[in-house]
Nanobody
Framework: QVQLVESGGGLVQAGGSLRLSCAAS????????MGWFRQAPGTEREFVAT????????WYSESVKGRFTISRDDAKNTLYLQMNSLKPEDTGVYYC???????????????WGQGTQVTVSS
C-alpha cells in the first residue's frame, strides 16, 4: 500500500529555516515525480515545488524560488524540502505527493501524505 509520511514541521521565527522530510513506501520511489504543496488557513492548496524522476529537473513557485530547495534520495525513498529565510506567509500545512506526470497541478498527483504543520511567527 502506498504511504507518504511527512515530518519536520514546527514553529519557527521569520528568517529561520526548517527541513521537511517525506518517507515513501509501497511503490518504486525512483520511478515517480514527487512534489510539495501547502495549504494556509482559509485558502486553497497551492503548489510549492516538484522534482522529476532522477532529479532530471525541478520547478518552484515564484513565492518560494531562491529560498526553498526540493531534493530526493532514491536510495532512502525520501523526499526533502529545505526551507530557508522563512516568512509568516509560508505558514500552512505542507503535503508531499506522488506525481503521475511532471506538473504543478494538484490533479496530476495521485497519492498524498497527511501533512505536517509549519508555523512562521513574525
Amino acid at each position: 500500500q502506498v504511504q507518504l509520511v511527512e515530518s519536520g514541521g514546527g514553529l519557527v521565527q521569520a528568517g529561520g529555516s526548517l527541513r521537511l522530510s517525506c518517507a515513501a513506501s509501497g511503490f518504486t520511489f525512483e520511478n515517480y515525480v514527487m512534489g510539495w504543496f501547502r495549504q494556509a488557513p482559509g485558502t486553497e492548496r497551492e503548489f510549492v515545488a516538484t522534482v522529476h524522476k532522477k532529479a532530471f529537473a525541478t520547478w518552484y513557485s515564484e513565492s518560494v524560488k531562491g529560498r526553498f530547495t526540493i531534493s530526493r534520495d532514491d536510495a532512502k525513498n525520501t523526499l526533502y524540502l529545505q526551507m530557508n529565510s522563512l516568512k509568516p506567509e509560508d505558514t500552512g500545512v505542507y503535503y508531499c505527493a506522488r506525481g503521475q506526470y511532471y506538473s504543478t497541478g494538484n490533479r496530476d498527483y495521485d497519492y498524498w501524505g497527511q501533512g505536517t504543520q509549519v508555523t512562521v511567527s513574525s
